[in-house]
């Protein structure tokens, strides 16, 4: 068997490739394993099944899918999902009742299933799993037991399982309480199983202490088995990407990953790179080297570190293990297809001794446990291993949300000369495009060809976001070319002011409705940030040349003038603001014919907030009658829902009921005067419910939402205390008559 071994400097952020091969690793080997299994639904059975380990994989394919742009990947996991969930979201071969916290890992993909096609099966399946894990029996402190089967246990695997999951559905679903839940399994599983000599991690513990594997004193298992640990370490990583970086627990998590990591790297092969399958007894008679805790860890270690929550010390380790990984296990099938070797089928705890050998957890029983290749537990953590590899796995939304030192890296870097290329020639950059994704040269040669394009614009984040991420690069990296092109957009963004201190959506003008000064999706406002932290040198824009920062001082305070001057009065009170206003007397102006005159509940809260962030007694004053329209216009005792509806084009409506319970709404256009909701279709007329506008625009349109909610419940009182200093937070009047409500939809 000829071993296939990576090049000999394997660098971080390299693409650890075979001299004599072209493609990636993370390709090889998610082609070899859709080469294995041509059919998803039995990728780890022999018939269609529910499985944890179907999860693992067919994430780590989608990720190849976004990596590539070969759609091959996202149509094979999409095959699996479609022949698994039906119409109402019921899953083939999922018992709920079974409270087995392993068939959660396989809902994981279905969050961007569900973000790409709206297909509301993908969300009443998510809500399914969700629904498991409230009702999911507990310890005595709040800790998941493993399985129902499994009373008063929590295992290792069981956070990876179930606690990444949760916190993106927290994260997706806007349900933040449950961050806390999280962390707190995290918590216990590291309180209760850490092992304070090694900082090594036991495999499992059982709180009633009565089962045959479980010490009577500590309840802990009796070995520290690798992939129980990998699945650890891979959850804390995972789970990271969804917590909050302002929630409290956040520092927890990281500082539990940091421990963990170094107790693993003390017991790394120092030969090898890779770990052993009982990690702390190398070389002892039947242990061996093991592929998927390799993998796993391999793969936590280079992540953690490239999103800065752990130290670069142990992305080398982690890199080191990478290059381990690939000298130690993985190899070239006759057919030319990638193989992972030496894998540990499976192992476990517990158990009924009368149906089934007792999983005793002693060292005799890791090792005899069957070895076979290409197990998916080795598969997936291998291919998200060679992606972290071939490349940090940023998207464009994520480029201002890394660690500091990533900027000066080489990925941010190719970043950079994309973001260079798409520079207009006006100075500004086009709308929707994904700047990080990697440019083969057909595409670098047509988007240069595109520069003297007439699209620069401030819409849905183009051309501040871009200055901002070159300002982090340059001050990283001393690169005078991405100063340069900052500069360029600076000039686009002073020449593209109106007299009034607003900004249109395009520039040069258009002879449509993006000429009017535009506060839809936070256009101006986030120009207007910009502009004031360049004006008052706040760091990374220290390099800003003197003609050019007094300049952006001044078009910042216009533009806060003709915020304040284009606050709607009705009746001689403030109001709020319309999405768009005119340019040269900042009345509210319509933009498309479902977007009228009105008053805004989710662009007004976007600038009441920036407001909170100026000093002077007219933004104070702008910001509490906006906080006192905000609360009149709020409306109560309604909840919109997604339901299914295949006879529709979207495959799901959206509809309004009664709910006594649910949470403030508020509506995205208000007629003036009155504050009653506006629904408009495409006719342009207005209706007085959500239900009686055309499906394609009550599906495909944000209407309701609560938009107001953080500010009035968190942001507007910390506010106040901060204008007032010590004194009791401003109370606001409540109107006299209820809110609007719209009818039900339904």
């Known amino acids: 068997m000829k071993m296939l071994v990576a090049a000999a400097s394997l660098a971080l952020a390299g693409a650890a490739l075979d001299a004599a091969e072209t493609k990636p690793w993370s390709v090889r080997m998610a082609d070899s394993e859709i080469a294995r299994h041509p059919d998803p639904m039995t990728l780890d059975s022999e018939q269609p099944k529910w499985e944890y380990t179907h999860g693992l994989v067919l994430r780590a394919l989608l990720a190849v899918g976004d990596r590539t742009g070969d759609a091959r990947y996202e149509k094979y996991v999409r095959a699996y999902y479609d022949g698994m969930i039906g119409a109402d979201g019921a899953i083939r071969t999922y018992d709920a009742s079974e409270f087995n916290i392993d068939r959660v890992n396989p809902g994981k993909p279905l969050f961007e299933l569900y973000r790409r096609t709206g297909d509301p099966k993908y969300k009443l399946a998510l809500d399914r799993l969700r629904q498991q894990m409230r009702d999911h029996p507990r310890t005595s402190e709040g800790g998941f037991w493993h399985k129902k089967r499994y009373p008063y246990q929590m295992w290792l695997d069981g956070l990876y399982m179930a606690s990444p999951f949760l916190a993106q559905y ?7 309480a449950l961050f806390d839940d999280v962390v707190k399994q995290f918590v216990l599983m590291e309180k209760h199983a850490r092992d304070p000599k090694t900082g090594l991690l036991y495999h499992g513990w059982d709180e009633s202490r009565q089962q045959k ?30 917590l909050p970086a302002d929630h409290p627990g956040r520092k927890d998590l990281v500082a539990i990953l940091d421990r963990l990591a170094a107790a693993m790297v003390r017991v790394q092969d120092p030969k090898t790179g890779v770990w052993w399958q009982v990690v702390d007894q190398p070389g002892r008679e039947k242990n061996y080297l093991e592929a998927s805790v390799s993998s796993m860890l391999a793969y936590a270690l280079l992540k953690g570190a490239r999103v800065g929550a752990l130290d670069a010390k142990y992305g080398q380790a982690g890199a080191r293990a990478y290059k381990g990984v690939l000298e130690q296990f993985v190899a070239e099938g006759k057919d030319g297809t990638v193989d992972i070797h030496r894998v540990c089928q499976v192992a476990g705890l517990g158990g009924d001794p009368e149906k089934e050998r007792y999983r005793d957890g002693t060292f005799e029983y890791y090792v005899n446990e069957r070895i076979r290749s290409n197990d998916p537990k080795a598969v997936g953590p291998f291919i998200l291993a060679s992606l972290e590899t071939e490349g940090a796995r940023v998207s464009w939304s994520e480029v201002l949300e890394q660690p500091v030192a990533w900027y000066g890296g080489a990925e941010a870097a190719r970043i950079a000369d994309a973001v260079l290329l798409y520079q207009r020639t006006s100075g500004g950059w086009p709308k929707n495009v994904d700047m990080a994704r990697p440019l083969p040269d057909a595409d670098r040669a047509r988007v240069a060809a595109e520069r003297t394009e007439s699209d620069s614009t ?15 690069v340059a001050d990283a990296a001393g690169v005078q070319a991405y100063r340069d092109a900052f500069g360029r957009g600076l000039d686009f963004l002073l020449a593209a002011q109106y007299p009034t201190g607003g900004w249109p959506q395009f520039f040069p003008l258009r002879d449509d409705y993006s000429r009017h000064v535009t506060f839809n999706d936070g256009a101006m406002v986030g120009v207007l940030r910009l502009l004031r932290e360049i004006g008052t040198r706040s760091p990374p824009f220290a390099f800003v040349d003197p003609p050019r920062r007094p300049a952006a001082a001044g078009a910042a305070a216009r533009g806060r ?11 001689g009170r403030l109001t709020a603001w319309c999405a768009q206003h005119d340019a040269g007397t900042l009345e509210p102006r319509p933009a498309r014919a479902y977007e009228p005159v009105s008053l805004s509940g989710r662009e007004s809260v976007e600038i009441v907030e920036y407001l909170m962030e100026e000093s002077g007694p007219r933004a104070e004053e702008a910001v509490e009658a906006a906080v006192l329209w905000l609360r009149e216009a ?6 919109v829902e997604r339901v299914p509806a295949p006879a529709l084009p979207a495959g799901f409506d959206v509809v309004v009921r009664e709910d006594p319970s649910a949470p403030p709404l508020w509506a995205r ?11 408009l279709g495409r006719d342009g007329v207005a209706r007085a419910s959500l239900a009686e506008i055309e499906a394609e625009r009550r599906t ?11 500010l009035l419940e968190r942001r507007y009182h910390a506010w106040r205390v901060a204008a007032c200093g010590a004194r009791t937070p401003l109370v606001i009047p409540q109107p006299v008559a209820a809110g609007p409500t719209p009818p039900s939809s339904r």
């Open 634 to 639: 709020q409306i109560e005792g309604r909840r």
């Open 458 to 472: 401030i819409d849905n984040g183009a051309t501040f976001t871009q200055m901002r991420f070159l300002a982090r």
């Open 170 to 176: 927290a994260k997706e679903f806007g349900e933040p």
């Open 213 to 242: 594997w479980a010490d009577p004193t500590t309840g802990l298992s009796k070995n520290f088995w690798g992939r129980a640990i990998g699945w650890y370490a891979m959850a804390l990583v995972d789970t990271l990407d969804f």
């Open 700 to 710: 495909g349109y944000s209407w309701l939402g609560p938009y107001a909610a953080d």
């Open 669 to 679: 256009f208000y007629e003036i005067g009155s504050n009653r909701p506006l629904f």
């Open 561 to 571: 003038d003709a915020i304040l001057d284009a606050q709607v009065r009705v009746n």
